[in-house]
């Protein structure tokens, strides 16, 4: 069976500092993706990075990055340079490649950027 | 518009009634997901869709739930007999047959009297 686990219910980060947020999973499909989603007060589940499980690479978009460790099943999301703008709750997914992707989230982590 | 659009955004309806609500998919996306998210809660999944394969119903809570998706396009979630623990919003996603990111439209904000 698929799962998500995200252990951390809420973080706090310093305006322009880098923040963390846990993630792992587990699966037994050898092609998965992994994907985190920010989600801010408004409600919009707004897409933000990808990771396939053949990628040799970690996944890079502009401050967001995925530090993937596979043997740990572990998929964290890096934010560098906090910004206000920033404060949400953010789900780490998991897609397993059955034909197309069902997906699962995690619990979800609420991150407060402080001034 | 581009995006993925819900309709209604609210929807309030008395217990023992039932509800339709829409999904418009980006053009093109074969796959589309239902979900459903209480209040300060994660994501449920409820069902997929992948072109015309048959539907991953696997989440769908109990018999009174029920979607379509006609000509993998438009997707229709029914739930037939309200009941007040059916109060969440219901979120559409839907992503090209590819890496399985999904786009996810606006919600519909349900609540059962």
């Known amino acids: 069976a698929q799962k998500i686990t995200q252990t951390q219910p809420g973080m706090f980060v310093q305006e322009k500092e880098a923040v963390t947020l846990d993630c792992t999973y587990d699966?037994?499909?050898?092609?998965?993706?992994l994907f985190w989603y920010k989600q801010p007060s408004s409600g919009e589940m707004i897409f933000l990075i990808y990771q396939g499980s053949y990628d040799q690479q970690n996944a890079t978009e502009g401050r967001y990055s995925l530090n993937f460790q596979k043997a740990r099943k572990s998929a964290n999301l890096v934010i560098s340079a906090s910004q206000l703008g920033d404060s949400a709750m953010y789900f780490c997914?998991?897609?397993?490649?059955?034909?197309?992707?069902?997906?699962?989230f995690g619990a979800g982590t609420r991150l407060f950027v402080k001034a | 518009g581009a995006g993925v659009s819900q309709s209604p955004s609210n929807k309030v309806t008395e217990k023992g009634k039932d509800v339709e609500l829409r999904c418009d998919p980006i053009?093109?996306?074969?796959?589309l997901y239902w979900y459903r998210q209480s209040l300060g809660q994660g994501l449920e999944f409820l069902i997929y869709?992948?072109?015309?394969?048959?539907?991953?119903k696997s989440g769908l809570p109990s018999d009174r739930f029920s979607a379509e998706r006609t000509g993998g396009s438009v997707s229709t979630l029914t739930i037939q007999r309200t009941q007040q623990e059916d109060s969440a919003v219901y979120l559409c996603?839907?992503?090209?047959?590819?890496?399985?990111?999904?786009?996810f439209g606006p919600g519909t904000r349900l609540t059962v009297l």
């Open positions: 997914a998991m897609g397993v490649n059955t034909g197309g992707f069902k997906t699962i």
């Open positions: 699966t037994s499909d050898p092609s998965y993706g």
């Open positions: 996603a839907t992503g090209a047959a590819g890496d399985g990111t999904q786009y």
């Open positions: 053009s093109g996306h074969t796959a």
């Open positions: 869709f992948q072109g015309n394969s048959a539907p991953d």
